[in-house]
């Protein structure tokens, strides 16, 4: 057993990702700390890296032992009992690290506007993001049943449509994300700036969001 090519890519890919956000955060942190601003946003955001430390921990193992880049048909018996419990492990750290990084932008918006309808706005928001974890993770945990047929399917028993569940996990994931990137923008656009400055900054929280999706699709 060991990492094929298409699992090394894999796993170069994450680090990557996963390195650079470190950095970014890290930056982040010690400004916030040097002028004794820190926030639960910071705080928050520090757990989204723990989480996607151990989705590269759990894909490392996946790609070495669980045959992670290759088609199923190629892999032993074995590695897919592997890879069946690395996948589900990956799910439910997936789920819990997508709405971490949501909530920490929800609150870095609280921060930095105070008005009271878009924080009324961020709220409900705020519990979209939480909705959507409780929804997936439990279904993730029941997904099979009883659990152990995730990675054993010799064993009787029950699982839904993988297929349905990761088409409504993936629309109902995206439309919260518009959701969140959309928010700033009436705030933004009754600034008292000349255009240019505001789609400018615009232009920065979009491409934030950009980055944090193209993050979550990959680790």
Not at 15 to 35: D, K, N, Q, Y
Not at 167 to 191: C, K, R, T, Y
């Amino acid at each position: 057993m060991g990492a094929n090519d298409r699992g090394k890519t894999y796993i170069t890919v994450s680090a990557v990702l996963v390195a650079l956000s470190t950095v970014v955060v890290g930056f982040r942190i010690v400004a916030r700390w040097m002028r004794t601003t820190l926030g639960l946003d910071d705080y928050v955001i520090c757990v989204s890296i723990i989480l996607a430390y151990s989705m590269l921990g759990e894909a490392v193992f996946w790609a070495r032992d669980g045959g992670l880049g290759k088609h199923m048909d190629e892999l032993s018996i074995q590695e897919k009992i592997t890879f069946q419990k690395c996948f589900f492990a990956n799910e439910i750290s997936y789920t819990l690290l997508v709405p971490s990084i949501k909530i920490s932008i929800l609150l870095l918006y609280r921060r930095i506007f105070t008005v009271r309808n878009f924080r009324i706005a961020s709220l409900i928001a705020g519990g979209l993001v939480i909705s959507w974890c409780l929804a997936v993770f439990i279904t993730v945990l029941l997904q099979c049943r009883p659990i152990a047929l995730n990675w054993n399917k010799t064993l009787e028993g029950t699982c839904i449509d993988p297929k349905q569940f990761f088409f409504g996990n993936a629309i109902s994931n995206l439309l919260i994300d518009v959701i969140i990137l959309a928010l700033p923008i009436p705030m933004v656009l009754q600034l008292q700036l000349r255009l240019s400055q505001k789609l400018t900054i615009l232009g920065i929280f979009l491409l934030g969001g950009l980055y944090v999706s193209y993050f979550i699709i990959y680790v």
